[in-house]
T-cell receptor, first 115, second 111 residues
Framework: GAVVSQHPSRVICKSGTSVKIECRSL??????MFWYRQFPKKSLMLMAT?????????EQGVEKDKFLINHASLTLSTLTVTSAHPEDSSFYIC???????????FGDGTRLSIL | GESVGLHLPTLSVQEGDNSIINCAYS??????FIWYKQESGKGPQFIID?????DKRQGQRVTVLLNKTVKHLSLQIAATQPGDSAVYFC??????????FGQGTELSVKP
């Protein structure tokens, strides 16, 4: 149980393109989803917290107009990297949990490469 | 500020030996901790968790120890196998259900 699916697993695109990443909880309803960014050989950095039906809460330093998050249902959250540039290249990972004080379950990440 | 850190960035063990991965946390109000395993190119995988009202919890081949006095967490893996090779992260659950991750320890198992 507690499977989180993330799609696509890899994206390579030109600078200026907007990229959408989907995160789905397959066998549970995720009241909260989280989006992280991870650089090579580094830890996960929380970007934003997304609650179903409400606006996402962004961490300090994360541009909300750059990283658009939508959590329209209890099983789907999307992250859109708008007008992506090479510095946005990274490994983006989502997680979901069904209720508080329960472990977050992670997707397998999206490797984003902006040329 | 709040931080969760690991004492050892890399750990190399012989197959069959026991592994111990350590973690220090700084937020004494945290009441829930999780260990994750991350293999190359994949997302973190839940291993085991522990709440602050416990000091030890066991799973299959894994044990987590929590010492609240010194704000220290450890993960013990018994009879380490090549498939255990990965990066291990401790994570601290803070207000709002957010997780703060430690820097990670890369475990390498030699056959």
């Amino acid at each position: 149980g507690a499977v989180v699916s993330q799609h696509p697993s890899r994206v390579i695109c030109k600078s200026g393109t907007s990229v959408k990443i989907e995160c789905r909880s397959l066998d549970f309803q995720a009241t909260t989803m989280f989006w992280y960014r991870q650089f090579p050989k580094k830890s996960l950095m929380l970007m934003a917290t997304s609650n179903e039906g409400s606006k996402a809460t962004y961490e300090q330093g994360v541009e909300k107009d750059k990283f658009l998050i939508n959590h329209a249902s209890l099983t789907l959250s999307t992250l859109t990297v708008t007008s992506a540039h090479p510095e946005d290249s990274s490994f983006y990972i989502c997680s979901a949990r069904d209720r508080a004080a329960q472990p977050q379950h992670f997707g397998d990440g999206t490797r984003l490469s902006i040329l | 500020g709040e931080s969760v850190g690991l004492h050892l960035p890399t750990l190399s063990v012989q197959e069959g030996d026991n592994s111990i991965i350590n973690c220090a946390y700084s937020n004494s109000a945290s009441d829930y901790f999780i260990w994750y395993k991350q293999e190359s190119g994949k997302g973190p995988q839940f291993i085991i968790d522990i709440r602050s009202n416990m000091d030890k919890r066991q799973g299959q081949r894994v044990t987590v120890l929590l010492n609240k006095t010194v704000k220290h967490l450890s993960l013990q893996i018994a009879a380490t196998q090549p498939g255990d090779s990965a990066v291990y992260f401790c994570a601290e659950n803070i207000e709002g259900g957010k997780l703060i991750f430690g820097q990670g320890t890369e475990l390498s198992v030699k056959p």
